[in-house]
């Protein structure tokens, strides 16, 4: 059966991450992308909410995670963020998550780690 995608984009959250002093100190931009998994058939024909993935609870606990969350790297903060993506809904069989840090890099505009991660290995069950 094929999957369908359920996708958050451009989530900007201000947080910690980084191995630098200031990095430790002071709040960054941290821009988010999710792409979710997920069969959305039922949803479709029941126009329930109960039977969809829904994207703003997902969201808010990205928020949450990023705000509360002080990493030292993005590869720690991406895979992370898969794991609370399946854990925050059952349905999620698949997840690619995309996390950049907008500046960081002189002559850059971005830079980023991006991963993809079945439900069993963003869950820790490979």
Not at 69 to 78: D, I, N, Q, S, T
């Amino acid at each position: 059966m094929e999957l369908d995608r359920v996708f958050i984009r451009d989530l900007m959250v201000r947080g910690i991450v980084g191995i630098n002093p200031e990095e430790r100190t002071n709040r960054q931009d941290v821009l988010i992308n999710v792409t979710l998994w997920a069969d959305t058939r039922r949803a479709g024909a029941s126009d329930d909410i109960a039977d969809a993935v829904n994207y703003r609870s997902v969201a808010k606990a990205i928020i949450r995670h990023v705000e509360e969350g002080e990493p030292m790297l993005v590869e720690r903060l991406v895979a992370e963020i898969a794991r609370l993506c399946c854990e925050c809904d059952s349905r999620i069989q698949t997840v690619e998550v995309t996390v950049e840090k907008p500046g960081a890099l002189r002559f850059a505009r971005s830079v980023g780690v991006t991963i993809h991660r079945t439900r069993a290995e963003a869950l820790g069950h490979d």
